[in-house]
């Protein structure tokens, strides 16, 4: 385990192309703008269109294999939510950011141009993101995701566990499962990672980069804890996921694909081609539309996850 480095020496820490090569942080200037006070985030849920909730409890077993049960936003107020999260062991996720969240996003935006600046040769053409607020003592499990990404920390303190980006930590026929919606974003996971993962601890008004795809989990450090995860797309980016996508088709299919590090530029851009025409004749169904919902959020329930309500 490499405890809080400043990762220089640490070496290139993924098979994959890209201006990131490790985990580094960033200064940014978010937290003095008021985005993370309670009334905001109460104004915040209140307001944000059900639809766009993830609401999330990670259940562990002593191996560290997760289950996940999943939350109905319900009736609540926003100030109900807001206590019913900072109470319990709530992972939420808002969706679409860019859209529920504008202020906010305008300012992280500019602050993404900076960190942007920092890496030579990367260039986004598509930003999205989501805004986290999460319970002091929860956790998210082993996982990756198919976009580059900025995890801008508003408040709280949150660890972060980022490893190797080999076949051995991010096996490329698992990803293709998460590309094609097969499956959520977790991926095979023994206690054994740990001795790999980079681990970084990050404060308000810190940002975080890791390599595309880095497999990573989190924990909360006993403080309640509000983030916006940014994702981005480059054209590269693009062209491997459209190429991921195409595998998996061919895998379900029954063949064996070429691993997609192991393809020039061109091959990745015919594959990203190719998924284009296939999802839109619905190459590979997604089999995680609709989850079964468990719990309504409550204050004063068991890890805040309430009875669900007619």
Partial sequence: MI???TTSGLGRRTRYPGPIDQAKKHPHGLVAQGFATDEA?????????????DINLYDYDDEGQVSLRTGARGGLTGDQ????????RLWVNLRQAEKG??????AAMGEFAKIQATYPGMRAVTNAGQLIISSPVAKVPYHFDAAGVVLFHLRGRKRLFI?????AHLPEAAMERVVARQTTEELPYTRAFEADAQVMDLEPGEALTWPLYAPHRVENLDKFCVSLSMDFQTWPTRFRNGAIYTNAVIRSRGGRPR??????????????????????VGGLKSRIEHFERDFTPEAG???????LRA
Avoid: K, V
């Fill in 301 to 307: 329930a068991e890890d805040g996850a309430g009875a």
């Fill in 81 to 88: 939510l807001l206590a019913a999260i900072q109470a319990g």
């Fill in 101 to 106: 969240c504008p202020a906010l996003w305008n």
């Fill in 259 to 280: 691993f997609t590090d192991g393809m020039s530029t061109p091959e990745l851009a015919a594959r990203w081609a190719a998924s284009l025409a296939l999802r839109r």
């Fill in 163 to 167: 490893y190797p980006g080999d076949e």
């Fill in 3 to 5: 405890q809080n480095t």
């Fill in 41 to 53: 985030l109460a104004e915040i849920l209140h307001r944000y269109p059900a639809e766009l909730f």
